[in-house]
């Protein structure tokens, strides 16, 4: 299986600018995608294949990346934007990272 | 408005079978792969099963494979999932999704609220 390795947590203060990496144990080509999932809710689509922004999200949200090194940045954060960022590859059998939990100061 | 509503979870006990529906509404369901994914408490996610529009193709990792078969009804815009030889390492909210448009968009941009199913006896 393809493994995704992903920060456990991060903390930023609203305005700032936060980016939050994901890295694959072989290359996935640009078949990375990312969610949001707040606390008791169903995880959302931010961005699919590296770089496209998921239909409703907000242009803030932006992703990067090919091969095995992924980022979604956030700029600028806001409050609501306090959840957890999953990553998940479909360039082999799909797998999902274990999670970048987002906390604001 | 494209929405995903589970049904079918419940407290089953190890060894024993469950049936999750997945109800769609708000797009041509004939047109969409779809899939299961679920969640253990407080963990991360993992990818279940797959199906093709036609169901005539279908995904499953192996943790589940052999015991688990997803499958639709096209004309009643329904997934389902049954799962069998149900074991504790399966509770978990199973959550139904939409795949991306393209065959080969295994990204999920549409999600239900999911279900609980809890494995004990």
């Known amino acids: 299986d393809t493994v995704l390795t992903q920060s456990p947590a991060l903390a930023v203060s609203p305005g700032e600018r936060v980016s939050i990496s994901c890295r694959a144990s072989e290359g996935v080509n640009s078949y990375m995608h990312w969610y949001q999932q707040k606390p008791g809710q169903q995880p959302k689509l931010l961005i699919y294949k590296a770089s496209n922004l998921a239909s409703g999200v907000p242009a803030r949200f932006s992703g990067s990346g090919s091969g095995t090194d992924f980022t979604l940045t956030i700029d600028p954060v806001e409050a609501d934007d306090t959840a957890t960022y999953f990553c998940q590859q479909s360039w082999n059998d799909p797998t999902f990272g274990a999670g970048t939990k987002l906390e604001l100061k | ?121």
């Open chain 2, 1 to 121: 408005e494209v929405q995903l509503v589970e049904s079918g979870g419940g407290l089953v006990q190890p060894g024993r079978s469950l049936k999750l529906s997945c109800a769609a509404s708000g797009f041509t369901f004939s047109n969409y792969y779809m899939a299961w994914v679920r969640q253990a408490p407080k963990k991360g996610l993992e990818w279940v099963a797959t199906i093709s529009t036609s169901g005539s193709r279908t995904y499953y990792p192996d943790s589940v494979k052999g015991r688990f078969t997803i499958s639709r009804d096209n004309a009643k815009s329904s997934l389902y999932l049954q799962m069998n030889s149900l074991k504790s390492e399966d509770t978990a909210t199973y959550y139904c999704a939409r795949q991306g448009i393209g065959t080969t968009d295994y990204y999920l941009d549409y999600w239900g609220q999911g279900v609980m199913v809890t494995v004990s006896s």
